[in-house]
T-cell receptor, first 117, second 112 residues
Framework: DTEVTQTPKHLVMGMTNKKSLKCEQH?????MYWYKQKAKKPPELMFV???????INESVPSRFSPECPNSSLLNLHLHALQPEDSALYLC????????????????FGSGTRLTVV | SQELEQSPQSLIVQEGKNLTINCTSS?????LYWYKQKYGEGLIFLMM?????EEKSHEKITAKLDEKKQQSSLHITASQPSHAGIYLC????????????FGRGTQLTVWP
């Protein structure tokens, strides 16, 4: 299994809603990442988990709350989002905190398209 | 990211033509990755380069990293409509492993 699976693929939520994005991988990777990508822009790093511990938070607003329940799962909890948070949210994984130790670099999921109304 | 300059921003070529996309950094790159993305979808890994002067090929795509490890190129030979998409270069730096930075991307259109 060389995939990162993200669910749901599409999500529409109101500004008062609470929702969660889910990411799963079974490649034995010990680092997992959340990226945010706005239209026609490159992905921007949000969070990094290494060995199930949060190692990098790129000054992301607290309305985004990451969680890593185990080495295969990564969640992103969303609460009180703003319309400008609408974007494609990408999950990625890698061995040992860098893509350099894998023949496939950082492996990305297909993303969740989030729309905040 | 302003740290990785990608050019050109967009490219329109006729099927069968060769093309090159460039990715330049003002700082030494520790790892350089090339990805392809269809609009609104995930990133598909193409190639990873780490050593100065390294060159890798897969099918009709060749990627190179210069000796100084500050510039990479992606070359597609005999382009096909299936090559169309957004090509992104991303980079690691030794001091900040795990913080993958991306260039702005190159939108490639291949017309029959």
């Amino acid at each position: 299994d060389t995939e990162v699976t993200q669910t749901p693929k599409h999500l529409v939520m109101g500004m008062t809603n609470k929702k969660s994005l889910k990411c799963e991988q079974h490649m034995g990777h010990r680092a997992m990442y959340w990226y945010k990508q706005k239209a026609k822009k490159p992905p921007e790093l949000m969070f990094v988990y290494s060995y199930e511990k949060l190692s990098i938070n790129e000054s992301v607003p607290s309305r985004f709350s990451p969680e890593c329940p185990n080495s295969s799962l990564l969640n992103l909890h969303l609460h009180a989002l703003q319309p400008e948070d609408s974007a494609l949210y990408l999950c990625a994984s890698s061995q040992e905190g860098t893509g350099l130790y894998s023949n496939y670099g950082y492996t990305f999921g297909s993303g969740t398209r989030l729309t905040v109304v | 990211s302003q740290e990785l300059e990608q050019s050109p921003q967009s490219l329109i070529v006729q099927e069968g033509k060769n093309l090159t996309i460039n990715c330049t950094s003002s700082k030494t790159l520790y790892g350089l990755y090339w990805y392809k993305q269809k609009y609104g979808e995930g990133l598909i890994f193409l190639m990873m380069l780490q050593k100065g002067g390294e060159e890798k090929s897969h099918e009709k795509i060749t990627a190179k990293l210069d000796e100084k490890k500050q510039q990479s190129s992606l070359h597609i030979t005999a382009s096909q409509p299936s090559h169309a998409g957004i090509y992104l270069c991303g980079a690691d730096r030794r001091s900040t492993l795990g913080r993958l930075y991306f260039g702005r991307g190159t939108q490639l259109t291949v017309w029959p």
